[in-house]
């Protein structure tokens, strides 16, 4: 459950039938008596003859029945995408140095490259390509801490070459490769943590750029966690400086921006997303690094 969801927020949702928060909350209809889920393909209420819940006991408590298109009582089924875009993020991970191919990638998964782009970017937000790339930089990132040379880090992250990960050092890790394996020692990052959708977020920024953006429940984790990465670092809560990269990134996760070309942060992304009945990350796992220039009628039943 998702319990810092405004008004204007869940009826933006509901307008847009986002699945993705399917478990998260429902509404109800006054002039029908009946309540759905945020997807339901019904006819969309007049704004002043709704009323949301965040459980459909609640809902039913208040006199409003289910609805029969979209059963928002029953558990919320999994996105039939999942699967397959799971399978496809475990043969980017086995093979990091490789290209992520479309016509290869479909052709293993057994897909049309157009199915595979088109529902990899519904559940996830973004191409197999950029996963593959958000993945690799956080192996990248991982050597390096453990390794504390450049070199072998990015051999072993899957990169052929140095020359890219110089160019992009700046936008991905917001200081060199060699100042980060060393827990980015005299460098001053000054860093937020804000309520969102799915919890807390962390912005972390340096003179040069961005260098970390995390998901939590719990402030104090996220802030031991930047700890944890920039050891010696000095760090500072400053939220002023961060309010464009935090407002960019808040509207990807509230679902009101379309794409996340907009947004500059280069957040840690897991390794494939888990279906869950109650989260609006259910088919979005944390999130992965945008390019810069910074995420989901007829008559009810």
């Known amino acids: ?176 490769p060699a100042t980060y394996s060393r827990g980015a020692p005299g460098t001053r990052i000054a860093f937020t943590v804000v309520p969102c959708a799915l919890g807390r977020l962390l912005v972390a920024t340096t003179a040069r750029g961005i260098c970390c953006v995390s998901l939590g429940s719990r402030a104090e984790e996220l802030e031991a966690g930047l700890r944890t990465e920039f050891p010696a670092a000095e760090l500072r809560r400053e939220r002023g400086a961060l309010a464009a990269s935090v407002g960019a990134l808040l509207r990807y996760l509230d679902g009101s921006t379309a794409s996340g070309r907009r947004c500059v942060a280069s957040p840690t992304v897991a390794p494939a997303p888990t279906p869950k009945s109650r989260t609006p990350s259910a088919s979005r796992p944390p999130l992965v690094p945008w390019h810069a220039p910074v995420r989901r009628t007829r008559r009810r039943s």
Do not use: N
Request: charged fraction near 30%; glycine fraction near 6%.
């Open 1 to 176: 459950m998702v319990s810092d969801l405004t008004p204007e927020r869940r009826w933006r949702i509901v307008l847009a039938r986002d699945r993705r928060y399917d478990g998260a909350f429902v509404y109800a209809v006054q002039s029908t008596g009946v309540y759905c889920r945020p997807s339901c393909p019904s006819r969309r209420p007049r704004r002043e003859h709704v009323t949301f819940f965040p459980v459909p006991d609640a809902a039913e408590v208040a006199g409003f029945r289910p609805c029969r298109r979209c059963r928002p009582s029953a558990a919320s089924p999994p996105d039939p995408g999942v699967p397959l875009v799971r399978t496809v993020c475990r043969l980017i991970d086995a093979h990091p140095d490789r290209p992520a191919s479309l016509a290869l990638l479909s052709a293993r998964a057994g897909v049309t490259s157009h199915r595979l782009l088109r529902t990899f970017k519904r559940v996830l937000g973004i191409s197999p390509r950029q996963y593959r790339d958000a993945r690799r930089l956080d192996r990248f990132k991982t050597e390096l801490r453990s390794r504390g040379r450049v070199s072998p880090a990015l051999y072993e992250a899957g990169y052929g070459s140095s020359s890219r990960v110089y160019e992009q050092a700046h936008a991905r890790l917001g200081m060199t």
